[in-house]
């Protein structure tokens, strides 16, 4: 009976125009004085973060979030250092990645180019840290050729088999496989109109304007390991292409383009997370929401908040699916040198709207 209701109070809505409530909201439970762009959580509810190194971080790239708010260098104060040798310390931390089907390992991607000012030599690299005893197990060198210059190495997710990791490239456009065993990488897709930017296209995020170019940036794997999906920042197409492919060297570039998937439209989104029943959670930056792809391409905004500033990247815990604001358009480099961000910065949890009985 009150599924009925609901149902009913939905269609008049819409008929009246009107958007129906989503069917979560979104709930604080970390406020930072730095920028954040990723998040991770540990299956025991560790809360992890990252703050690139783009003017507005801290004395830390990578921190712990602890039960009084604080954020500590994690896994070290060496590793969070601001000098010496670029393999062995954070440059410029963009993302840190933990699968909930393996809890105990976290992943950071360094795509080590401060300010987007570049890539520092040997600076580029993917880590593996051993959450039980807070140490990185192994560094990942992501050479030049692979990571050029201009290259932004964005986000990373691992397959199940724990055999490889797959990137993003925001600065130039590409994907970038890496072997896990045998360490090779190998970057792929780099002439391919889906990991490039849309044409001529403009982020419109409440008065704020504006024509940035930001190549494939989202990326999820489903629960299978079968298909790898990414997305354009700029740009409102989702792609999906054969991890079979991706994972063999033989593949040739023209095999491999021809084998990539248009999914079609959705929104401009800048992180995605894969649901276990193959749905995908997009951050809908233009909207300030938390926008779910089902299966059949249907589009469900899942959460809003006026204060999800440029919604980045999700993560999966215990409590739920979190996201962070990164206010990435409020900067000052988008803004003629002028600081709009609000010098906090919010981690979100989604929680599922309680029912109403009446």
């Known amino acids: 009976f009150h599924r009925s209701i609901v149902l009913f109070l939905i269609a008049i809505s819409l008929r009246a125009g009107e958007a129906p409530t989503p069917p979560a909201e979104l709930v604080g439970v970390a406020r930072l004085p730095v920028q954040i762009t990723g998040v991770a959580v540990g299956a025991d509810g560790r809360l992890f973060v990252n703050s690139p190194a783009w003017g507005l971080q801290g004395d ?166 079968r298909w790898l999906y990414f997305h354009a920042l700029t740009g409102r197409t989702l792609y999906r292409v054969p991890t079979a492919l991706l994972r063999d060297p033989a593949t040739d570039a023209a095999a491999l383009g021809q084998a990539v998937e248009d999914l079609g439209a959705d929104v401009a989104c800048d992180g995605m997370w894969m649901a276990s029943d193959g749905s995908i959670y997009l951050s809908a930056i233009e909207r300030g929401a938390v926008v779910r792809r089902h299966p059949d391409g249907r589009l469900e905004t899942m959460a809003s908040h006026s204060r999800l500033a440029w919604p980045d990247t999700f993560a999966q815990g215990p409590g739920g699916i979190y996201v962070t604001a990164s206010q990435i358009h409020l900067m000052p480099a988008h803004n003629g040198g002028r600081d709009r961000t609000r010098r906090w910065w919010t981690v979100f949890r989604m929680v599922p709207r309680a029912a109403e009985d009446e």
């Open 60 to 225: 830390w790239q990578v921190a712990e979030v602890g039960g009084d708010g604080l954020a500590r260098p994690y896994p070290d104060a060496a590793w969070n250092r601001d000098r010496g040798d670029p393999q062995r310390r954070f440059v410029c931390v963009q993302a840190v990645y933990i699968d909930p089907l393996r809890p105990s390992t976290m992943w950071v991607v360094d795509p080590a180019s401060p300010g987007f000012a570049g890539v520092v030599p040997g600076g580029a690299k993917l880590l593996r840290i051993d959450l039980a005893t807070d140490r990185v197990e192994r560094v990942y060198p992501i050479p030049a050729a692979v990571a050029p210059e201009r290259s932004y190495l964005n986000d990373v997710r691992v397959e199940r088999s724990n055999a490889f990791a797959y990137l993003t490239d925001s600065g130039l456009g590409a994907l970038v496989v890496v072997d896990l065993h045998s360490g090779a990488c190998r970057r792929v897709l780099g002439d391919h109109p889906a990991t490039r930017a849309a044409d001529d296209f403009t982020l419109q995020i409440g008065d704020w304007r504006g024509s940035m170019r930001v190549h494939a940036d989202g990326i999820a794997l489903d629960r299978d390991d």
